[in-house]
């Protein structure tokens, strides 16, 4: 089992551990662990320079389960799909189900099953990278396992990281899983057709995302509506416009 993470994935840990008591006089003796992410991390630097040569705008979609990712996903390529080019890497531990979703809005897609595992790491987006060969001068949206944890650790060699919350599970989300708020550039806020319904306090949900990430950008979105799509989109093509 990972001591990152506990999901059970096969990483090498290696540990120097001396033991014992410090006197008077004697050298002070400082345990060192190596970074059980340095593989992880080299592995998302070769990533980095593939989307970089091939400019490709990649985007690690992260949120936990049912905040309505894959929803946002078929919507934008439905909508862009005659604007811009893209591709799609899903990430589920079993099912092919949200990758059918997507490739019935007709975009190249890539399943990566994880299994025990609770979220992607640089070498399964390489391994993916390296069968689907997403077109240059695109847009790669890498759809992280549903999980607020785990995947804030792992660098994927993104461009931007995405982090999708809903009105649904509480605005305290950014305060209760701080990492994934501070490691993101975006929020998108999810399901606002709902914001009647539910006790959700949309300008609570952004200062408490703010204290953790002061650098957050906010999109308001709702994909049943269509309401805020036409802002997101609008990023996605400055963004892509940016890279060029």
Known sequence: MCVTCGC??????????SHGHSHAGEKKVIDLEQ????????LAQRNRGYFEGRNIFSINMVSSPGSGKTSLLEKTLTDLK??????????DQQTTNDADRIHAT??????????????????????????????????????????????????????????????T????????YPD?????????????????YVPFDIEKCKEYALKVNPNLKFFEVS??????????????????????
Request: one cysteine or more.
């Open 82 to 91: 005659n604007e811009l080019k893209f591709a799609v890497i899903e990430g």
């Open 35 to 42: 970074d059980i992410l340095l593989e992880n991390n080299l």
């Open 106 to 167: 007709g975009t190249k897609v890539t399943q990566i099953n994880t299994g025990k595992g609770c979220h992607l790491d640089a070498h399964m987006v390489l391994h993916a990278l390296q069968g689907m060969k997403p077109p240059a001068d695109s847009i790669l949206f890498i759809e992280n396992v549903g999980n607020l944890v785990c995947p804030a650790m792992f660098d994927l060699g993104e461009n931007e990281r995405v982090v999708v919350i809903s009105v």
């Open 8 to 17: 059970g994935t096969d990483h090498q840990h290696d540990h120097d551990h």
């Open 223 to 244: 994909c049943t509506s269509g309401e805020g799509l036409t802002e997101w989109y609008s990023w996605l093509k400055e963004r892509v416009l940016t890279e060029a």
């Open 169 to 176: 599970e509480g605005e305290d989300k950014p305060i209760k």
């Open 180 to 196: 994934m708020f501070h490691t993101s550039g975006i929020c998108v806020i999810n399901k606002i057709d709902l914001l009647p």
